[in-house]
């Protein structure tokens, strides 16, 4: 069986040869497996597509963590990572392996007709598995062959390169760790040649489109190397594209998920000395625009909410590409519970975002008065009523537990160790926390939803509850 991924704007032609007296299943089916539609070619017997099984994301991720390095780059597998040569889906997910075997598919992509040749591909990459009925082979840009040479024109060429970056838990996407409206435009001159080299190093796939312009995906068959609009570059991959700059104006290079998009993922290439556009007379208003516009600094709000039979505690985030406001809160059903907020403002620093120097505003309040405790820096600590500016810094340690290190505004120290969402099995996740503070947490949540969640947990001010989590 033949398989060929397609990304989000990413078009194709295929040209399929039935037999005499034969009718084959043309089978769609979305990435995470949940949907399929089809289309019978031909008439006669029919061969069915085999269908592929759902998806097992736990085995998935725990694969993908196996695959990674302590600092979020991937390992060195001893793979081609290029050209989407490594399907990452075979690797990651047991329950579909390829196999090796012969294609008869050809496919080409707009604006000219381009064929796949398989017959210098290398199929060492590909496992056997019985699980899909038959062998895969997952068709890739290496090839991919032009009909008609596309080599560029003889003028100088400009090289670029760029290193598609990301943070999955925070949302943002980057070029070189930076969003679109963190950079200036990038200049170009009419009549030279652009390269641009694309290093994928996050665990999202990007399909980098280009306005305005077709370019060459650099492959095996150089010189004859197909034109795209839409490269769809795989994790951990590099690819090498080149187009000639033959415009006017402001063309825009973005990731085609949309969501990255508007997370940051993307550059603008401005020509030099362009024609006025009668259409566009003020173009530095223009690109002003673009650059507030709030698709370009998207805005998201996190929240978890827990309603449990002691009170409520949870947080909510809101949050841009590089700066979030967080609060965190314990409301005890009982006056000897208590009731405490937390609030920070910060930034993250840093390529993966595992810095957060923050200021905030730490608000403790309990009606029942109680014997002063010292923490564990033999400082006491005022649980009754507390109010003071804090200031501090998170960080995010290998093993995803969030260090929390500040000092308040009497002079007060606390150390706290946390995480949220430790995998028990794919339901059920785990929650901890202590600190100096001698305030301890544990729980549990079994996910019944994205949105919500049963949950229970002990926490050392409010005691046990048991109760839902809203998730947003």
């Known amino acids: 069986m033949d398989r060929l991924i397609i990304a989000p704007a990413e078009t194709y032609d295929v040209e399929v040869t039935i037999p005499q007296n034969m009718s084959y299943e043309f089978r769609s089916t979305s990435e995470d497996r949940t949907g399929a539609s089809s289309l019978w070619l031909g008439s006669g017997m029919k061969m069915p597509a085999p269908k592929l099984p759902r998806l097992k994301y736990f085995e998935g991720m725990k694969m993908m963590n196996q695959m990674m390095n302590v600092d979020g780059t991937m390992k060195d597998m001893g793979m081609n990572m290029s050209l989407q040569q490594m399907d990452m889906n075979m690797v990651m997910y047991p329950e579909i392996t390829g196999g090796t075997g012969d294609t008869a598919a050809s496919g080409n992509n707009n604006p000219e ?25 997952t068709l890739n840009y290496n090839m991919l062959r032009a009909p008609f040479k596309t080599a560029l024109h003889e003028a100088g060429t400009k090289t670029l390169h760029f290193t598609l970056t990301g943070n999955m838990n925070r949302y943002v996407w980057t070029l070189d760790n930076k969003t679109v409206t963190e950079t200036d435009r990038i200049m170009i001159e009419r009549g030279e040649n652009l390269r641009l080299i694309l290093t994928n190093n996050s665990m999202m796939r990007h399909p980098m489109h280009l306005h305005g312009h077709d370019f060459r995906v650099i492959n095996q068959y150089s010189e004859y190397s197909p034109l795209k609009n839409v490269i769809d570059i795989m994790p951990m991959e590099t690819d090498t594209i080149e187009f000639a700059a033959n415009q006017d104006g402001n063309w825009f290079f973005h990731c085609h998920i949309l969501f990255h998009m508007m997370a940051g993922m993307g550059r603008v290439f401005t020509y030099t000395n362009s024609a006025v556009n009668p259409d566009l007379p003020d173009a530095e208003e223009a690109y002003r625009r673009f650059k507030k516009h709030p698709d370009q600094n998207m805005k998201h709000l996190m929240a978890r909410i827990g309603l449990e039979t002691n009170g409520s505690d949870g947080e909510a985030m809101l949050s841009s590409n590089r700066y979030a406001l967080v609060t965190e809160w314990r409301i ?12 920070m403002f910060g930034r993250y620093l840093g390529v993966n975002q595992w810095l957060f120097p923050y200021i905030g505003f730490d608000y403790h309040k309990n009606t029942m008065e109680n014997e002063a405790e010292k923490n564990l820096f033999g400082q006491y600590s005022n649980q009754n009523n507390r109010k003071t500016f804090t200031i501090g810094v998170q960080y995010l340690t290998p093993g995803l537990f969030l260090a929390d290190a500040r000092v308040d505004g009497e002079g007060k120290f606390r150390v706290e160790l946390s995480r949220e969402d430790i995998p028990i099995t794919p339901r059920l996740r785990l929650a901890i926390m202590g600190n100096t503070d001698k305030e301890y947490m544990a729980g549990l949540k079994y996910v019944v939803s994205k949105w919500m969640a049963l949950s229970t947990h002990y926490d050392s001010d409010m005691g046990l509850g048991a109760g839902v989590t809203l998730i947003y």
């Open 113 to 137: 007709k381009q064929n796949i040749d398989t017959s210098n591909m290398d199929h060492s990459m590909h496992g056997m598995g019985a699980a899909t009925g038959g062998d895969i082979v």
């Open 332 to 343: 005890g059903l009982k006056a000897h519970h208590g009731n405490e907020s937390e609030t």
